[in-house]
């Protein structure tokens, strides 16, 4: 028999709800419509799916963010009661509405970080699935949430396994976490091979089904240097205390060891609803009728030493904690603009590590930024890296 918990229905903003994350999270809504709400539904430029999206779900507010697909969308909604705003300044401001009691933020990339940095001061709890939010002002981020007594959820499959792990564990220490990585489409090939790789290799990915630009990042391993910048912040660790290790299965989702030497570990098969209905139900977790794992279909599972000198992403992600200051968000800003090149076969694969690296060695760092300083940063890092794209004498392949 099902039970439904007496909680009041939960009332949504999904920050880029046309984007993998978003659509995987209006499915959980749709499963789930007498606990959660769609309120607020938002996207960059895909203006015929947040069409197609709020005449489903009915939010009260759609935001287009290109001003120029304002008349599309509002036409086409203009039957509805959905109010449609358009323009990047409207999506940060409708995070502040009273009657929000969840943000989640699923935009990609430097975005994500003014709208919740204003939902927070709003008092609005995050389902944080834009990992480059804590990675460029994780400081920053941490401290409003303590102030404005704010939850920060992780939806990453990664955060959500290492905090469902330390559900109970408030006053036992952490030794360290390990953070899993799959290994993404290109594990165990070397730089020979990674030279000539193309777009089209790097976006099959063997386990996970993402948008291009994260995609990329997990077959540069770069998503792993971003999630390990993120876990510093979320679970107030310093860099010691942080491992990666590559697990092609990805079934193991990540793991905490705790003082005692005893270790947790969250597993399940991959698939990103289920942290994502974690976050939104929290703590509650809310059944569902989601494929079961199965041990006797996985009798082996396996672990390997990631390799940081073949993935040079991964190790330059290190290498910006440990610097700290705006160095995370100048090797998030490089990243953007180098992974942008790739898919437009602009820089190579290899190439993009160089361009993150020239970056992190020109642009001037800062111990202790503020937001100004961040934004600053991250716009003078893009032109720099724009700047080494264009000059540099190789492109990527296409085919």
């Given amino acids: 028999m099902h039970i439904v918990s007496n909680f009041p229905v939960k009332h949504i903003a999904i920050l880029g709800s046309t984007g993998s994350i978003g659509t995987q999270t209006l499915e959980v809504i749709a499963e789930n419509p007498e606990r959660f709400k769609a309120h607020v539904l938002t996207a960059h430029r895909n203006a015929d799916l947040l069409i197609e999206q709020a005449l489903k779900f009915a939010p009260a507010y759609a935001v287009i963010c290109d001003e120029s697909l304002y008349g599309q969308v509002k036409e086409a909604l203009s039957h509805t009661k959905t109010q449609v705003l358009a323009g990047y300044d409207e999506v940060k401001s409708i995070v502040t509405l009273p009657e929000l009691d969840i943000v989640l933020t699923a935009m990609v990339g430097f975005a994500g970080l003014e709208p919740t940095i204003n939902a927070v001061k709003a ?150 609803k289920l942290p994502i209905q974690y976050a939104l139900g929290y703590p509650e977790r809310i059944k569902n009728n989601y494929k079961r794992f199965d041990f006797t279909a996985y009798p082996t599972l396996t672990f390997e030493k990631a390799d940081t000198g073949t993935f040079r992403n991964l190790a330059l992600a290190f290498e910006a904690l440990k610097t700290a200051g705006n160095m995370p968000c100048i090797v998030n800003a490089a990243n953007e603009v180098a992974v942008a090149g790739f898919l437009t076969d602009s820089v190579s694969f290899l190439g993009m590590s160089h361009v993150i690296e020239q970056c992190m060695q020109q642009i001037p760092t800062i111990k202790q930024p503020s937001l100004a300083d961040y934004l600053n940063t991250d716009k003078e890092t893009r032109i720099l890296a724009q700047n080494l794209i264009a000059q540099m004498p190789f492109k990527a392949l296409s085919v």
């Fill in 123 to 272: 008092g609005k709890d995050i389902a944080l699935a834009n990992k480059e939010t804590l990675v460029v002002a994780g400081e920053l981020i941490t401290s409003l949430a303590k102030q404005h007594n704010v939850k920060l959820l992780p939806v990453d499959s990664e955060h959500s396994a290492i905090f469902q792990c330390l559900a109970g564990e408030e006053q036992n220490p952490i030794e360290k976490i390990i953070l899993t990585a799959s290994g993404g489409p290109f594990r165990g090939k070397d730089s020979s091979f990674l030279e000539t790789v193309t777009r089209h290799q790097a976006l099959k990915h063997p386990n996970w089904v993402m948008g291009a630009k994260i995609t990329i990042d997990s077959a540069s391993l770069m998503n792993k240097g971003l999630e390990v910048i993120e876990a510093k912040w979320l679970f107030d660790l310093q860099l010691e205390q942080i491992e990666v290790i590559v697990h092609p299965q990805s079934i193991v989702h990540s793991l905490v060891q705790f003082q005692d030497g005893s270790m947790k570990a969250q597993m399940g098969l991959p698939d990103m």
